[in-house]
């Protein structure tokens, strides 16, 4: 299986000030089409998941665009360019490239 | 707009049985992969099962393999977990996904595994 690998697992931050996570899989994810597929998803306290970027850099419908997907191959990260109240939460990556699916173990930003 | 609601949820014994129910509404549900997730208490994610739309086919995560099948049924929109054998450690909430790359989400029904 492929293990996702998160870091840091708790970001402390303050309103404003930009943030970063980093994810690495143990085996490439690009697959046989050619794309990468690194999802990141978002999880506000007591809320369902809900997906923000999807192979590696798009984000969804409705997503801010303050936050920034990039990486390659088995190095990716998940970028907050300006923090703000409601951005807190979990935030787990997660590999669709190979059966079975796996996530990253979470990391949990608050505000300082 | 996609919509996903679980159902089916509830309180049950090790060793027994239970089955969740995920209706979906607001895309052509046939053509979808469709993925259970689940989540302990205070836990991460955990994905569980898939269903290819245009194949069929299936895939389990070792945990829940031999003891939990997923199907569907595309003339009511809707997808299924039926969960036996059930222990301790499949207490969680357990999300129903659209898609793979799990593009939506429902709510979740929560599973409790207890005496």
């Known amino acids: 299986d492929v293990v996702m690998t998160q870091s840091p697992l708790s970001l402390p931050v303050t309103l404003g000030q930009p943030a970063s996570i980093s994810c690495r899989s143990s085996?490439?994810?690009?697959?046989?089409?050619?794309?990468?597929?690194l999802n990141w998803f978002q999880q506000r306290p007591g809320q369902s998941p809900r997906r923000l970027i999807y192979?590696?850099?798009n984000r969804d419908s409705g997503v801010p665009d303050r936050f920034s997907g990039s990486g390659s191959g088995t190095d990716f990260t998940l970028k907050i360019s300006r923090v703000e109240a409601e951005d807190v939460g979990v935030y787990y990556c997660?590999?669709?490239?190979?059966?079975?699916?796996?996530f990253g173990q979470g990391t949990k930003v608050e505000i300082k | 707009e996609v919509q996903l609601v679980e159902s089916g949820g509830g309180l049950v014994q090790p060793g027994g049985s239970l089955r969740l129910s995920c209706a979906a509404s607001?895309?052509?549900?046939?053509?979808?992969?469709m993925t259970w997730v689940r989540q302990a208490p205070g836990k991460g994610l955990e994905w569980i099962s898939s269903?290819?739309?245009?194949?069929?086919?299936?895939y389990y995560a070792d945990s829940v393999q031999g003891r939990f099948t997923i199907s569907r049924d595309n003339a009511k929109d809707s997808v299924y977990l039926q969960m036996n054998s059930l222990r301790d450690e499949d207490t969680a909430v357990y999300y129903c996904?659209?898609?793979?790359?799990?593009?939506?989400w429902g709510q979740g029904a929560l599973v409790t595994v207890s005496t």
């Open positions: 192979k590696v850099s």
């Open positions: 085996q490439s994810l690009v697959y046989s089409d050619g794309n990468t597929y």
């Open positions: 997660m590999q669709a490239a190979h059966w079975p699916r796996t």
């Open positions: 269903i290819v739309g245009s194949s069929g086919a299936i």
């Open positions: 607001g895309f052509t549900f046939r053509t979808y992969t």
């Open positions: 996904a659209r898609g793979g790359g799990m593009d939506g």
